[in-house]
């Protein structure tokens, strides 16, 4: 990478293709159009979409404003807790900027760990294009503050996915809805309550009877998801980590090592999303703060040669 792209702030000029930015765009009209007229037809609104965003997919654009596959698990109640965050003192809630950052809220928590920079650049661009450039900084500061509640959400689910692997371990036998329950109660319980607002922050994720709102469900209901998927793959996992693992047998590793490496491992070889450096990154922070002393550099040290060892290049 240069040194003018790594000197690059997270608001890049760079853009997604046209016809992704229609599709968003498209998908921004309709939820506007939606607010005022809530029973708008859509044999009506498809062709004047069709007419003013040439480019769109409005398959996908319905698809986002209905919530359907892959967006169905993003709920309406979830986009309005993390939207609402955005609304602050002196902040002009305008109806154009509420259905882009919406919809930039969609594009989001469907795919947690993708880049943010081109979505909320698009997003910036579609508000102070539309409306007017003095908007632009407001919108900014709105989709900074999406990101960092995105940012936020994404190391809490590593987070409880490690905790629910942990648990595994110990309780092979215990049905994962048992172990979720009891992960929430050891956080709700935990004695050190600075560590636990700290790594699982839930202070944010609790409604005022303590029970969990929509981001703290949607935090478990991905992280319970990931956790399926790493058990479904956890032999190939465990030998492609013993294959790298040159002085370390996977029984003489800690439960909390091994299971943060079988969650980078799942990362790195069947998810694909994250960059390996950005994915290496998280992995030794969650080793700085459930492990040892000494388990950042072991963690480190394991996923640097497991890369290396399966020619993925780190950058």
Sequence with gaps: MSKKNSAQTAWSPELPPPEFSQTRSA?????????????????????????CYPLANLDVAEDMVRRRAPFQDVSDELVDEIVSLTHQEGYEVLQWREAALRILAIDYLSTLKSSSSQ?????????????DEKLRGTTKNACQ????????LRKTIRSLIVALLYEIQYRPGAELETLQSDVMELVRRYPDQEFVQSNFPFEDYL???NVLNA??????????????EIRAHLSELDERIQASSKRWRISRMSVVD???????????FFERLS????????AVELAKTFGAEQSKNFVNGIL??????NHIEVG
């Excluded at 998908?27 to 069709?50: E, I, K, S």
């Excluded at 990101?147 to 936020?152: K, L, Y």
């Excluded at 960059?275 to 998280?282: A, F, Q, V």
């Design 258 to 268: 091994l299971n943060i490496l079988r969650m980078a491992a799942y990362e790195l």
């Design 27 to 51: 998908a921004c009209a309709w939820l506007y159009a939606l607010h005022f007229y809530a029973d708008q037809d859509v044999a009506t609104l498809r062709p004047l979409l069709a007419t």
């Design 275 to 282: 960059p390996p450096r950005i994915l290496i990154n998280e």
């Design 215 to 228: 981001r703290g469900r949607f935090a478990f209901c991905e992280a319970i998801k990931s956790v399926r």
């Design 304 to 309: 640097q040669q497991l890369c290396n060892d």
């Design 119 to 131: 979505l909320s650049e698009d997003c910036v661009q579609r508000v102070s294009t539309t409306l």
């Design 145 to 152: 503050i999406l990101s960092g509640q995105r940012t936020r």
């Design 207 to 209: 409604d005022n009877h």
